[in-house]
Structure formats: C-alpha cells, structure tokens
C-alpha cells in the first residue's frame, strides 16, 4: 500500500524547494532593477539552444585529446589542418545557427538598462558572433572570433578580417595578401595571451559594475576564473546561472542559479521589467 504520509513529505519538501527557488530568482531580478551597470560573462552553454556544442562533458571538443592537442599554441603550424578541419564546420554551424532566448533576454536586458541611462558590457568566451548577431551594442570578444582569420604570420601587413569561408576537410587556405603563409583562425589557442583591448575593456566595465551574471560556462579557464575575482575586488554581486553547479566552486559566486540559460535569463529579465512596472 503506498505510504501517502511520505509521500506528502515529499510534496511538501519539493515546494518549499521550489519556492526557494523563486524567492532567489526574484532577489537575483531585483538586483538586476536596481542596477545601472551589469556585466554578463558568457560561456559554451549560451549557445547551446542554438545547436552550437561546448568543449567539455559528453559530446564536448575536448573530450577527444587529438582536437586538444592541436589547439596547443606550440602545436602550431603542424596543426592548422586539424584546426581548420574542426573551426571550418563550426563557422557553418554558427552562420546557420540563430540566437536563441538566452542570447535575445540579453539584448532585452540591455534595452532595459540604456532605457534608465545603465550599460550592459558583454564579456563573451565564445567566439560564435552570436551576441552581436542577437543585436546587443557591447561585446567583448574575450577569445578571439571564428568570424575572422588572420595570417599565420604576425609580420604580414594584413590585418584579421571578417571571413565567412569554411574550408572543406583537409584545405588550409592561404593568406591572400603574402600568399605564401597558412591562414588561421582569429582565435586564442591554449598557451596565447588573451587580447590586451579586450582585458582592459572588460575590467573598465567590471570596475564600474553593479551585478555580474555568468552565464553557461565551466569556468575551467582562467578568464572565467579571474573575471569573478576582479569582480569580487570592486564589490560586484555576482551570479552563477548555469545547467550544473560547477565542480569546484569560486568562493566569489555569490549566488547560484541551476538551469538552461535559454530559460532563466528570460524569466529573470522578465521578473525584472515587471519590478521596474511595480516601482
Ligand atoms: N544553459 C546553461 N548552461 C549550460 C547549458 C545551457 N543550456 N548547456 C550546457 N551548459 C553548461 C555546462 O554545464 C558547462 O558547465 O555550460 C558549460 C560549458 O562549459 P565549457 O564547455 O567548458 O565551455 P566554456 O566554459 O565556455 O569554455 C571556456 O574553454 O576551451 C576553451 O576557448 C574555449 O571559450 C572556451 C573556454
């Protein structure tokens, strides 16, 4: 016979989780109301409601070593025809693919905050376009773009240039203005420094910041890791929203908010319109 007092337990249990739950996102939207200037830092899981794939956990680039290799910046030039053949689809991919609700939340988000003289800056990991493509004014391309090549040599007078080319399997293209050197992507490589634009942009808007939200990242990498802490540094609340909680926690994070990033930021940017409709 079923226990129905455990089972009322439960119930019970699984909606005052739930209201939990709502309680933290409507203090999270809240902050977001109360901010002017809110800076997001955007990973892999973004995009992944646009049919785009991330880099680690089942099905990710990195789960097979050789693609990791290749993308060591020592590995270079040996390995451009294995970068080619993984960044040539993924510039088809990303062409075909449209923004989805987490990247259009955000260009809400920020038509929210210009509207009350605020600033959304968008620190992004992924070199998809898609942020720009959604209609958002201030992306920060933190890795590069695989919407841009550039020659293999740094001494070529030809600068990184929009390329929409995607070379078919085992074709290096050729820099067409030295044409002599291999073409790559405008990519950051493993072992590459990150852009010094880039880095000082985002730390002038991390500095000027109310909230943080990171968002669809592992935080394995650095510029994850270090954008918290420069956050952190000037006081700005920060928010974790993404689909599991990460393996190590950054003592940083000041709240967590589990689930599809295609899911919350909506919810989120509409709790918060509907607070600034209240006020
Ligand atoms: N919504 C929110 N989060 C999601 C979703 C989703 N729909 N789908 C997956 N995620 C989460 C995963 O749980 C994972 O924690 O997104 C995260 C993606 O992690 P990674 O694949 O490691 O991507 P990212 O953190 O952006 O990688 C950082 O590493 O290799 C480099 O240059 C590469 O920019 C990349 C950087």
Redesign the pocket.
């Given at each position: 016979m079923a226990d129905y007092n455990a089972i009322d337990r439960l119930t019970a249990q699984l909606s005052r989780a739930q209201s939990a739950a709502s309680e933290r996102q409507a203090d999270v939207a809240g902050r977001l109301h109360r901010a002017r200037r809110v800076v997001v830092l955007?990973?892999?899981?973004?995009s992944?409601?646009s049919g785009i794939g991330?880099?680690?956990?089942a099905g990710?680039?990195?789960e097979n070593p050789e693609l990791l290799e290749a993308?060591q910046v020592g590995s270079l030039p040996d390995s451009l025809p294995i970068i080619w053949s993984v960044k040539g689809p993924m510039r088809a991919r990303a062409l075909a693919a449209r923004p989805n609700p987490?990247h259009m939340a955000l260009v809400k988000l920020e038509s929210q905050l210009v509207g009350r003289g605020g600033r959304l800056t968008i620190i992004t990991?992924?070199?998809d376009g898609l942020h720009q493509r959604a209609g958002n004014t201030e992306v920060l391309e933190?890795?590069g773009s695989m919407m841009r090549s550039r020659c293999y040599d740094r001494t070529c007078s030809l600068k990184p240039f929009e390329d929409t080319y995607a070379p078919p399997a085992g074709e290096v293209p050729i820099c067409p203005r030295c044409q002599v050197q291999p073409l790559r992507p405008d990519?950051?490589l493993?072992g590459e420094a990150l852009p010094w634009s880039v880095i000082s942009a985002a730390e002038f808007a991390l500095h000027q910041a109310d909230v943080l939200l990171v968002?669809?990242?592992?935080?394995?990498?650095s510029?994850?890791t270090t954008t918290i802490d420069s956050a952190a540094a000037y006081g700005v609340y920060c928010v974790l929203?993404?689909?599991?909680p990460?393996d190590h926690p950054h003592p940083h994070v000041n709240e967590t908010l589990l689930?599809?990033?295609?899911e919350?930021l909506p919810r989120l940017v509409f709790l918060a319109a509907a607070q600034a409709g209240a006020a």
């Open positions: 955007s990973g892999a899981g973004i992944v409601a991330t880099y680690r956990g990710g680039l990195w993308h987490a990991q992924n070199i933190m890795h990519v950051v493993f968002v669809g990242t592992s935080g394995a990498v510029s994850a929203i993404n689909k599991e990460w689930g599809s990033a295609e919350v």
